[in-house]
């Protein structure tokens, strides 16, 4: 459970370099957040809301037509 803490700090991290306009930093804070993020537990439900969205999206689409 290494990942949210890593996360969490990761965040806060790009938040920082976001401030203080270091761009290097921000995305190496973004790539070390988006990595938790991708090997926590949390994974399989962010996957299911982007697959959610896609469907979503599709069907709008195919709707619209």
């Known amino acids: ?24 930093g921000v995305l190496i804070a973004a790539l070390v957040c988006g990595y938790a993020l991708a090997t ?13 969205i896609g469907a979503a999206i599709s069907s709008a689409n195919a709707a619209s037509k």
């Open 40 to 52: 926590s537990p949390l994974a399989t439900a962010i996957d299911g809301m982007g697959t959610g």
């Open 1 to 24: 459970m290494i990942a949210l803490p890593l996360f969490l700090l990761a965040g806060g991290a790009t938040w920082l370099f976001w401030r203080s306009d270091m761009r290097a």
